[in-house]
């Protein structure tokens, strides 16, 4: 995850994270030669004495809410949110359960065995398959069969940013209970929106007193990493598909009102 002096940046995947990271970077490390000595120092543990370093990388790219080490936690929590319609099709089109079954799926082999033509999927049937068998929805089935009416994204919701999955899953088959025992778990998150990913990061960064000759270039910084030329997702939906997610992703739709078709 990335530290800077004021904050946690904690990077759940397809929500412009990537983006966020770079940004960040580019901000505290102007300077090239400077970052690659960043990068040295994660990558390598390699130090140069005497070399003011601005900012950490600690632990894995997507560690949790709850990775974050305990001399950091007095740091404001940065993230970024997306749409659920949004983010789907992101992880659709982006490919990673195909170029990595084994990290995507709890069994990747079992995977194989049931469906022998799982990589030529359509949306619909990724969708379908992720919620039975993704590592993510997984762990809380296993112990919590309840949960398996949630979707895919609120189950990696509910493990990035809250404390205690177990309270949380526990609630899965009563949604407004699940929804308000979500609030009381959750690590004090400033979440900003994919679709605003520029402007909500430079107002973040005004909120603590970047200045802003440091930071006037974010909001016409080009996108980075992205996974298709069209960002509508709206046509990889029928009105079937749309509810099921609407019903199976209620929790996110819940806590941030502003999503919607």
Same mark, same amino acid.
């Given at each position: 995850?990335?530290?800077?002096?004021?904050?946690?940046?904690? !990077?759940? #995947?397809? $929500?412009?994270?990537?983006?966020?990271?770079?940004?960040?970077?580019?901000?505290? %490390?102007? #300077?090239?030669?400077?970052?690659?000595? !960043?990068?040295l120092k994660t990558r390598h543990s390699i130090r140069i004495p005497f070399w003011k370093?601005?900012? *950490?990388? /600690?632990?894995?790219?997507?560690?949790?809410?709850? *990775? /974050?080490p305990p001399d950091q936690r007095d740091k404001t929590i940065l993230s970024c949110i997306r749409n659920p319609f949004g983010l789907y099709v992101s992880e659709y089109t982006f490919g990673w359960w195909k170029k990595f079954p084994h990290l995507w799926f709890h069994d990747a082999a079992a995977v194989e065995n049931a469906y022998p033509r799982w990589r030529d999927f359509n949306f619909e049937e990724f969708l379908s398959l992720s919620n039975e068998q993704a590592e993510w929805t997984h762990k809380g089935i296993t112990k919590y069969?309840? %949960?398996? #009416?949630?979707?895919w994204y609120t189950h990696k919701f509910i493990y990035y940013y809250c404390r205690d999955h177990?309270?949380?899953?526990?609630?899965?088959?009563?949604?407004?209970?699940?929804?308000?025992?979500?609030?009381? %778990?959750? !690590?004090?998150?400033?979440? /900003? !929106?994919? *679709?605003?990913?520029?402007?909500e990061l430079f107002e973040f960064l005004v909120s603590k007193d970047y200045p802003l000759e440091a930071i006037e270039f974010i909001p016409g910084k080009d996108k980075i990493? $992205? %996974?298709r030329p069209n960002h509508n997702h709206r046509a990889w939906y029928t009105d079937r598909l749309?509810?099921?997610?609407?019903?199976? *992703?209620?929790?996110l739709f819940r806590l941030f009102p502003e999503f919607q078709f």
């Open positions: 995850m990335f530290v800077a002096p004021e904050f946690v940046f904690v !990077h759940l #995947s397809k $929500t412009g994270g990537t983006f966020a990271e770079e940004t960040l970077r580019e901000v505290l %490390s102007p #300077s090239a030669v400077g970052r690659k000595l !960043h990068r370093y601005r900012y *950490d990388e /600690i632990g894995d790219q997507h560690a949790l809410c709850n *990775d /974050i069969p309840a %949960s398996k #009416s949630l979707g177990d309270y949380v899953f526990e609630a899965a088959a009563n949604p407004d209970l699940l929804a308000k025992r979500v609030r009381e %778990s959750m !690590h004090p998150v400033h979440f /900003i !929106h994919t *679709d605003r990913l520029n402007q990493n $992205t %996974s749309r509810h099921e997610i609407e019903e199976k *992703d209620a929790l």
